[in-house]
């Protein structure tokens, strides 16, 4: 039974498109986040939601929006796709975002490929 | 701001060795420092969570060992085997943030 799951795996899309990757999580935690893993395998957080409200709102452009219908579930909407946008999107959950002992659990990824 | 750096960015070795990833961040300000496994293609693993308080931890045969005031954490794995093989990262959580490194690409050769 998967904990974090995020779909599309694969997403290969052209310049100037709007795509969406979904992720949920079935281990009843607070907080989820989304990050970008670029080429050089850099690990950075993009956004940070604790029971449906932002917390984390790192400097990317907006036409990056997240979306939160519920606690379980952390979308990510991209508009006017560009080349850049191309990488490895990584949703994560974890109980809290104000714990010392929270370890975080990550989704499988979802690989990006803007033509 | 919090920057994380892992030296070295590779590392082949002979299965049974044992071996040393190094981890050092600037800010000591932090609530816990982790070490994640990831496999190619594949999503993070934590393998070991070390608390602000807390100067190591171990699994198996991972040990990981955090000093905050010098801002460096290792991690520690024995007799290693080829399964060891994937991307070693740390991260470390300062207030709500994660900030992660750039990852040590450990091989283990048969």
């Known amino acids: 039974d998967t904990a974090v799951s995020q779909t599309p795996k694969y997403l290969v899309t052209q310049m100037g498109n709007d795509k969406s990757i979904k992720c949920e999580q079935n281990?009843?935690?607070?907080?989820m986040y989304w990050y970008k893993q670029d080429s050089k395998k850099f690990l950075k957080i993009m956004f940070s939601?604790?029971?449906?409200?932002?917390?984390i709102n790192e400097t990317v452009p907006n036409r990056f929006s997240p979306k939160s219908p519920d606690k379980a579930h952390l979308n990510l909407h991209i508009n006017s796709l560009e080349l850049g946008d191309s990488a490895v999107y990584f949703c994560?959950?974890?109980?809290?975002?104000?714990?010392?002992?929270?370890?975080?659990?990550f989704g499988p990824g979802t690989r990006l490929t803007v033509l | 701001k919090q920057e994380v750096t892992q030296i070295p960015a590779a590392l082949s070795v002979p299965e049974g060795e044992n071996l040393v990833l190094n981890c050092s961040f600037t800010d000591s300000a932090i609530y816990n420092l982790q070490w994640f496994r990831q496999d190619p293609g594949k999503g993070l693993t934590s393998l070991l969570l070390i608390q602000s308080s807390q100067r190591e931890q171990t699994s198996g045969r991972l040990n990981a060992s955090l000093d905050k005031s010098s801002g460096r954490s290792t991690l520690y794995i024995a007799a290693s085997q080829p399964g060891d093989s994937a991307t070693y990262l740390c991260?470390?959580?300062?207030?709500?943030?994660?900030?992660f490194g750039t990852g040590t690409s450990l091989t283990v050769i048969p």
């Open positions: 994560a959950s974890s109980r809290s975002a104000h714990s010392s002992t929270d370890t975080q659990y």
């Open positions: 281990l009843g935690h607070d907080t």
């Open positions: 939601y604790n029971n449906k409200e932002l917390i």
């Open positions: 991260a470390v959580k300062t207030g709500n943030q994660f900030y």
